[in-house]
């Protein structure tokens, strides 16, 4: 028989699996085989960027494997690439994994081109995703002062788009005609972690209030019954809510699988920065609108909402005009922020977060999510763009990131 998505929801495993939550040693060990397989896949990636001469552009960064495709397409690292940051972010992971003083050369190598979007106006409120994975991890792992001073420059950048009419950070300068107001994406409240590092670690504490206006002016607004708009528009001169529209979901009011993956990761960052209660409870409402409709391998579907899910199977990963794609990426986000937020709350719901967390990285464990030996990503079947017909059923690097985030996080906590 055909098993439907529908007949077999996240609520109902975690209610049979739940009783099996204890760390065990053989957790730890497929964590570990699951990181030696990320190793393995960076190496290779290392190995294919190299051109004959053994030489790396650094300046050009891998971006996505489309479905059908073997190799990293490459993009230019600059201020217009939001994904530009991920793969020095993993090699610094990597590097934290294995200690590896090649792979910190890599790590440092990497990094390093983005050091200019220091000097460089700011382009949009992508300059975290840019730099959080890539300096921020290499602060944390080599307390490099030139990193340290790097974020803060970044952080001030970051600022210098906040609106204080409206309460948030506007996401796209360049759309604001089209959007016919200040636009805010759900995107943005991950590169709030920027601002609340540089207000600990040596900037204005200015930064944490513009971060926590940001994120309470997003709480108020950007959400109907826990499910995140894509995008949040307000009035640029008095700051009023406009309307919740989508860019990369279904529909505006349709729940695009990563938009709430952000949203998830991003409340649970900021209960880290603040201790605030209100952003803990936030971060389960939104964690638990996502996980309501969850099919049971943990791995969504791109929208939530998509009509093709009920047609869909969980064993159909090469989508068709009949059948919804999957969304890897947004599985490896919420699979990371789960895996903290476990820590912030009571016994009960630590043990279905964690549940959640583990599942999600028990499906990607297997062989039909895995670049593997097909291809260096660690992962195949993200979505990126839907609407765009862009990166579908594609490796993308930022899923690789969160990926490895995550297990990292499972090997501490599972
Ligand atoms: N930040 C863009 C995306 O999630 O696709």
Sequence with gaps: MRKTVKTLTFAALTALTSASCAPTAGNINAFNTDLEYCDIQVRRTLSELAD???TIDYTMSPRNILDGESHWNLRKVDRTEWCGGFVPGILWYDYEVTGDSAILTQARRFTEPLLALAQTPVYDHDIGFLVIP??????????????????LDCADSLATLYNPRVGTILSWPRHVG??????????????????????????????????????????AYHFHDGIAYHVAVYDTL??????????????????WARGQAWAIYGYTMCYRFTHDERYLSFAQEVADAYLKNLPAD????????????????LSDLTPSDSVAPRDASASCVVASALLELAGYVGKEKAKEYLSVARQTLTTLHQPQWRGGEHCPAFL??????????????????????????ALIRARKTL
């Design 178 to 219: 089209d959007y016919g107001g200040h636009n805010t994406i759900m995107d943005n409240m991950m590169n709030l972690e920027l601002l609340f590092w540089a207000a600990d670690n040596g900037g204005d504490d200015r930064l944490r209030q513009i971060a926590i206006h940001h994120a309470d002016t997003t709480m």
């Design 380 to 405: 195949l079947h993200s979505t990126g763009n839907f609407p765009a017909g862009s990166e579908i059923n594609a490796s993308i690097s930022y899923a690789d990131y969160y990926y490895i985030e």
């Design 298 to 313: 943990a791995v969504p579907f791109w929208d939530f909402n998509d009509p093709r899910i009920a047609n869909s199977a």
């Design 238 to 255: 008095d700051g009023h809510f406009l309307r919740g529209c989508t860019h990369q979901g279904l529909a505006d009011s349709t729940m």
């Design 52 to 54: 004959s001469t053994g």
């Design 134 to 151: 890539s300096i921020m991890n290499g602060y944390r792992l080599t307390g490099d002062e030139t990193y340290r001073q790097a974020l």
